[in-house]
């Protein structure tokens, strides 16, 4: 069965360092990747995705992730964080349940920002 | 345009009432989902609505009952929720996918929702 793991259910860093938050997925065949950032109290925004392709990919708010096969794993990465960055982080994995689509998602990783 | 709407923002039911989600989308999306969310917590799946028909019901009590009229439209229609039911309920949408295709979901922001 399909199965998205985020070892660090919380992670600290100083604004203006750099981050990776990791993520681990299982799936049989190749999969589609997510990544989706929530701030508070709000809906969930796409920062981007992995289908095929090239395995390093950009999003949006300066965010890349690499998706890495040997290692089941799919780490956002951003050189230099900003005190606005400051939200929960899910990577997610797409799945197929019938001929429908449904996502799975981690269980979250929230971003604090120290000034 | 990206946008999925949902309203109201906030409501407020007891457990007797009856009242509605409305979650709206104008992007020729013909999938559409609604999710619950605790606090801390991913968001769960609760319906995906394929091409306007309920193709994934997770069961789902039945006091939850979705609706979708038409392909940019998804109701949930709410009757004698508990307390534990109070979350946060999300409403996304994606392109009915073809072979081989993505199927990113695009969110809305979201109703809160408190039963007393």
């Known amino acids: 069965a399909q199965s998205v793991t985020q070892p660090d259910i919380h992670i600290t860093v100083s604004e203006g360092a750099s981050l990776e938050l990791r993520c681990n997925y299982s799936y049989g065949a190749t999969p589609y990747l997510f990544w989706y950032v929530q701030s508070p109290g709000q809906g969930l925004q796409l920062l981007l995705k992995y289908f095929s392709g090239d395995t390093l990919v950009q999003g949006i708010k300066g965010f890349e992730a690499e998706f890495k096969r040997s290692q089941s794993s799919f780490n956002l990465r951003k050189p230099s964080v900003h005190w606005s960055d400051a939200a929960e982080y899910f990577c997610?994995?797409?799945?197929?349940?019938?001929?429908?689509?449904?996502?799975?998602f981690g269980k979250g990783t929230r971003l604090h920002i120290l000034p | 345009d990206t946008e999925v709407t949902q309203t109201p923002k906030h409501l407020v039911m007891g457990m007797t009432n009856k009242k509605s989600l409305k979650c709206e989308q104008h992007m020729g999306h013909r999938a559409m989902y609604w999710y619950k969310q605790k606090a801390k917590k991913p968001p769960e799946l609760m319906f995906v609505y394929s091409y306007e028909k309920l193709s994934i019901n997770e069961s789902v009590p039945s006091r939850f009952s979705p609706e979708c009229p038409n392909s940019s439209l998804l109701n949930l229609h709410l009757h004698a929720l508990q307390p534990e039911d109070s979350a946060l309920y999300l409403c996304?949408?994606?392109?009915?996918?073809?072979?081989?295709?993505?199927?990113?979901?695009?969110f809305g922001p979201g109703t809160r929702l408190t039963v007393t």
């Open positions: 996304a949408s994606s392109q009915r996918p073809l072979a081989g295709s993505s199927y990113e979901q695009y």
């Open positions: 997610a994995v797409g799945a197929r349940r019938n001929r429908d689509d449904k996502i799975i």
